[in-house]
């Protein structure tokens, strides 16, 4: 019940297309839903988070879409570019509560 | 210096060595991150601090020993280790509680090879 499913586990996007990476969870607790992000040779570095009050959050080329009643949440990239090549992490926790992460997807965007 | 910085990078030691990672944070957090990364779990936590407290411990092997003297600074001594303890072992820091922000900052890591 603590576990995040992330899939898919790798992604190849040609440049300009829309990159999606989705993510499902089962505890009905967790309330706050962050994406990391990691280049190779860096650690992960937040990109995006929403909470389960809004279903859509938009930040530049990023958008999280969340689905509250099936418990599931993705994030979109659109017009993905070679630069978004790396490990996408989703995340989910409680308050008070330590971050559950996904496994990652390894994106990469072909020129 | 600003961030959470890790040293050192790279590590290679043999299975009876004993040696420490060192972590430091910038950045006026109180709580502090052990995670190891690996193909098969790729961001597992192990230790958590609070104030200088372990507030947590992700079942993991005595032979990882973690240490906080204050809040910016976690050490993780390593002693006696497998071949399957080679990864990437990543600090991260945040103001507590992390589930508030979900805003953890991480270090670049450090990259153990277990001979």
């Known amino acids: 019940q603590q576990q995040v499913k992330q899939s898919p586990q790798s992604l190849i996007v040609q440049k300009g297309g829309i990159s999606i990476i989705n993510c499902a969870y089962e505890?009905?607790?967790?309330?706050?839903f962050p994406w990391y992000q990691q280049f190779p040779g860096k650690g992960p570095a937040l990109l995006i988070a929403i909470r389960p009050d809004v279903s859509e959050k938009k930040e530049g080329r990023f958008t999280i879409s969340f689905n509250k009643s099936a418990k599931q949440f993705s994030l979109h990239i659109m017009d993905s570019q070679p630069g978004d090549s790396a490990t996408y992490f989703c995340a989910a926790s409680m308050m008070q509560g330590n971050l559950i992460f996904g496994k990652g997807t390894k994106l990469s965007v072909k020129p | 210096e600003t961030g959470v910085t890790q040293t050192p990078r790279h590590l290679v030691m043999g299975m009876t060595n004993k040696k420490s990672l060192k972590c430091e944070q910038h950045l006026g957090h109180n709580a502090m991150y052990w995670y190891k990364q690996s193909a098969k779990k790729p961001l597992e936590l192990m230790f958590v601090y609070s104030l200088e407290e372990r507030v947590e411990n992700n079942s993991v092997p005595s032979r990882f020993s973690p240490e906080c003297p204050n809040s910016s600074h976690l050490f993780l001594h390593l002693h006696t280790l497998q071949p399957e303890d080679s990864a990437l072992y990543l600090c991260a820091s945040s103001q507590e509680p992390a589930g508030v922000s979900g805003e953890l900052f991480f270090g670049e890591g450090s990259r153990l090879t277990v001979l």
């Open positions: 505890n009905t607790a967790f309330d706050y």
